[in-house]
């Protein structure tokens, strides 16, 4: 028997579905949950891609919107006509080096289009009788908790926040608001805070997207300082998969971190990309690629490392990740060796000129 079978079909609304995180949510809860109905609401800014979702155009339980989750009016009426019943919340200005260039955008969309998501869905849970079964996830990072150094142990869900970033400040202040609407209002969340993820539909800015488009392009791949800095690296795929464990088995009112368990350093992270292309693509204008590894002025408050305890939510929901990062890497690269037209269009005049401001 399939998992749809076992469970009354749900009416979500997932907002920032077009993006990278939300699309391949998208895929996997269509996929899973074929009954469900799917409201993808994105405001299709440089980062969301209607074309993430093209494959599922003939899906008949999908609708697309587009439009922005600061428009409270548009939120009110969605929830209304669609009869939501969960909130499943990606959408996120969600780059650092775009924050510090440009906070502004952050705060607006991080705060304020979290705050009216919680507003509207508060008044239409209310309406409704504040029926048990609706949820409003909430999707964030392990950038909230700050930076650890060397032998320090990994984020936990009760480490202290503290973010270095305008970008990981916008992140704890929605977390903080989510937080909120559960011990003030009852209102039945849950909430995720994830380490680093890659995989397919990655817009190029991403380390890891940029040093495989750089070295087919025969471009220097830029790393920030001395590359020392870790991540622990959790495939999109993971990711998904311990959402939905969170959204079936988790507690309402708690925080579940995600982990991939694979703390890399950035260094070594492009040399596993490095030596993969080298492997799996074909005429690269410069060989072998890490001649092309070229190290750049550090950014601003560059956390030195982050790690995830996902102690929490292995024993209390039994979700452990199923892919190690050298074979994630690998299935990474195929796609984007596979799949130029996605990414080419987006190598864009005014992306051209963001790299040119990160990395000069």
């Excluded at 999707?139 to 503290?162: I, Q």
């Excluded at 998969?241 to 350093?265: F, L, P, Q």
């Excluded at 204008?285 to 890490?290: D, E, K, L, Q």
Aim: glycine share 8%.
């Amino acid at each position: 028997m399939q998992q749809s079978e076992l469970r009354e079909p749900r009416r979500i609304i997932v907002t920032g579905g077009a993006g990278f995180i939300g699309s391949n949510f998208v895929h996997h809860w269509c996929n899973q949950y074929p009954g469900d109905r799917l409201i993808v609401l994105d405001a299709l800014t440089y980062a969301g891609n209607r074309h993430n979702l093209s494959s599922l155009d003939g899906h008949t339980n999908l609708r697309f919107v587009q439009g922005d989750i600061c428009d409270r009016l548009l939120i009110d009426a969605l929830l209304q006509e669609e009869a939501i019943d969960m909130v499943v919340h990606f959408a996120a200005e969600s780059h650092v080096d775009r924050s510090i260039l440009g906070p502004g955008a952050f705060v607006q969309t991080n705060v304020v289009g979290t705050f009216t998501l919680l507003e509207a869905f508060r008044q239409h849970w209310n309406q409704a009788g504040q029926p048990t079964n609706y949820r409003f996830h909430h999707v964030s990072t392990d950038e909230v908790y700050g930076s650890l150094g060397p032998d320090d142990p990994a984020f936990s869900e009760t480490t202290p926040y503290a973010p270095n970033s305008p970008y990981s400040a916008s992140k704890a202040g929605s977390d903080h608001l989510v937080r909120a609407y559960y011990h003030t209002y009852g209102l039945p969340t849950l909430m995720t805070n994830c380490s680093n993820n890659y995989g397919p539909y990655h817009f190029p800015e991403k380390l890891i997207p940029l040093m495989g488009i750089n070295i087919l392009m025969g471009k220097p791949l830029p790393v920030y300082g001395d590359g020392q800095n870790v991540r622990d690296w959790l495939y999109v795929g993971d990711h998904c998969s311990a959402i939905d464990a969170v959204i079936h088995r988790g507690t309402v009112g708690e925080t579940y971190n995600i982990g991939g368990n694979n703390e890399v350093k950035n260094i070594d992270l492009v040399h596993l990309l490095c030596d993969l292309m080298d492997e799996l693509a074909p005429a690269l204008p410069v060989r072998p690629s890490r001649d092309l590894i070229t190290f750049v002025k550090d950014r601003p408050g560059h956390d030195r490392r982050y790690a995830i305890d996902a102690t929490k939510i292995k024993t209390e929901l039994g979700w452990t990740p199923a892919v190690t990062v050298e074979e994630g890497l690998r299935r990474t690269v195929q796609w984007y060796l596979t799949h130029q037209d996605w990414w080419q269009p987006l190598l864009s005049q005014e992306y051209q000129e963001y790299y040119r401001k990160v990395y000069a």
